[in-house]
């Protein structure tokens, strides 16, 4: 069973940054694919961005030059960096393991249908 702990949200100005974590309980990131979603009040929860195993990265075109994914598998930690933040960057930001697929040789955005384990989820803020 994975389990999956978030951590590293707050309240931001904007333009500012933040830096989400995402410890695993069990060595996950070398068999499944890693992904960042959030969920804002009333709206569906959508893919951020994700990376396979092999170091392959996607991102929703809402935050490509922005945020940064990355995963160190000696601490079984996954990571979102999040620069230049905005103010409808505000969500709940949840990290999970699942599979990925390939689409015209690129990794495509994650989708949540595809993802089983789920973190309880970290507050991000950005206020103008």
């Known amino acids: 069973q994975v389990q999956l702990a978030e951590s590293g949200g707050g309240s931001v100005q904007a333009g500012g940054s933040l830096r989400l974590s995402c410890a695993a309980s069990?060595?996950?990131?070398?068999?499944?694919?890693m992904g960042w979603f959030r969920q804002a009040p009333g709206k569906e929860r959508e893919g951020v961005a994700a990376i396979d195993s092999d170091g392959s990265t996607s991102y929703a075109d809402s935050v490509k030059g922005r945020f940064t994914i990355s995963q160190d598998n000696g601490k079984n930690t996954l990571y979102l960096q999040m620069n230049s933040l905005k103010p409808e960057d505000t969500a709940m930001y949840y990290c999970?393991?699942?599979?990925?697929?390939?689409?015209?040789?690129?990794?495509?955005?994650?989708?949540?249908?595809?993802?089983?384990?789920w973190g309880q989820g970290t507050q991000v803020t950005v206020s103008s």
């Open positions: 999970a393991a699942g599979a990925c697929y390939f689409w015209g040789g690129s990794l495509a955005p994650p989708d949540r249908r595809n993802f089983g384990y």
């Open positions: 069990t060595y996950t990131y070398s068999s499944h694919c």
